[in-house]
């Protein structure tokens, strides 16, 4: 390892040139593999040293009152670097997935989907909700 002891490192970033996968293997073998690693390269440099490093981070945003909203800002969603990248992805995306079905069983009268995204039984408790007058249409 390359940090020294007692240092907490959360990220990484790496401009000049886009990093290719060998730099991105050597620091998260040599670095540490629980940190976020950003390749913030292409021109945009500036641009990207603010956005390009953001890990996926869930945001609700709840409206209390007219003109008055709610923001509650929730743990990043990380990768699991033990883990192959498409599985990475599975993973993250359920992760997402879980949250954002959390948010419409609360309040199934605030979201449309018009799509069969969320699991029948999710999909069933929100209409049994609805039908018994638990939550408006």
Not at 11 to 17: I, L
Not at 26 to 37: F, H, K
């Amino acid at each position: 390892m390359v940090k020294p002891a007692g240092l907490v490192m959360n990220g990484v970033g790496s401009t000049g040139a886009p990093l290719p996968p060998e730099g991105f293997r050597w620091v998260y073998e040599s670095v540490g593999g629980d940190l976020l690693l950003s390749s913030i390269s292409g021109g945009t440099d500036v641009c990207t040293a603010f956005v390009g490093g953001c890990p996926l981070l869930p945001v609700r945003v709840e409206r209390q009152r007219p003109a008055q909203l709610r923001v509650t800002l929730h743990r990043p969603v990380l990768p699991d670097h033990g883990l192959a990248p498409e599985a990475q992805a599975r993973q993250m995306m359920a992760q997402v997935n879980a949250l954002f079905e959390s948010w419409i069983v609360e309040r199934p009268h605030e979201w449309q989907c018009f799509q069969n995204r969320w699991p029948r039984a999710t999909r069933r408790r929100v209409l049994q909700m609805r039908a018994s007058g638990a939550v408006a249409p």
